[in-house]
């Protein structure tokens, strides 16, 4: 790694976003998502951090759990194919809030599916459990993150940004509470950012807030 030596820290940041789904013909994840890497390509990669991939995922529940699980394996061959134990694995899923008119960090997934309408593959469960293993509707998973931290980090920089304690109980809850299962059992961290419509906050913001979230991972974490 050239000056930095063999042992200096590394960041590796994977990144997901959402289709469309019901009620969101455009879903302004996909768009960010998709554009981040030549975005910060740009402004240049914070120093120790490295983008491992940026993937858009079906807006579905059980039925997406295959492609999920696909998707966060990519990390953990990476991860096995590194030889050094300084590298730091982050999951970082977008999702849009439709409702929403600031950047939420949630902090926490809850183990229920209730959805409000139909994913992309029709499902609309009402009260399950998302791992039933796990036991009831009510338990939570946390992120490992410091989120308090990674919001004032943002909102120092100028972003309407909160914490949030509610995923809400559709497919973005769905994924992060499945993500975070994951991280714990394979040693990584993961993340979930509810962003607004870009009706709400303009694209380049957002491009923006997503950037300056790399950023902030990079320092902090």
Not at 78 to 101: M, P, Q, R, Y
Not at 117 to 136: A, H, N, R, Y
Request: glycine share 8%; charged share 20%.
């Amino acid at each position: 790694m050239g000056s930095e030596g063999p042992s200096a820290a590394v960041t590796t940041v994977y990144i997901t976003g959402f289709k469309k789904f019901h009620g969101v013909s455009h879903n302004p994840t996909e768009t960010v998502v998709n554009n981040l890497v030549e975005y910060v390509k740009t402004k240049g990669l914070p120093k120790g951090l490295v983008i491992g991939s940026c993937s858009i995922l079906d807006t579905a529940g059980q039925g997406g759990l295959i492609p999920l699980y696909q998707t966060l394996q990519t990390a953990i061959a990476a991860k096995d194919s590194e030889s050094s134990s300084s590298n730091k694995i982050i999951w970082l899923h977008f999702g849009v809030n439709s409702g929403a008119t600031r950047f939420a960090i949630e902090r926490q997934a809850v183990n229920e599916a209730t959805f409000r309408c139909p994913d992309e593959l029709g499902w609309k469960p009402q009260k399950v459990p998302i791992v039933p293993s796990d036991g009831t509707v009510s338990h939570i998973r946390e992120s490992t993150l410091p989120v308090e931290e990674i919001t004032k980090a943002l909102a120092n920089k100028g972003y309407d940004v909160m914490t949030s304690d509610d995923a809400g109980r559709f497919v973005c809850n769905y994924v992060y509470y499945h993500s975070l299962r994951f991280a714990e059992q394979n040693g990584i961290k993961s993340l979930f950012v509810h962003t607004p419509l870009f009706f709400t906050i303009n694209e380049e913001t957002q491009m923006q807030f997503a950037a300056s979230l790399l950023e902030v991972l990079a320092t902090i974490c």
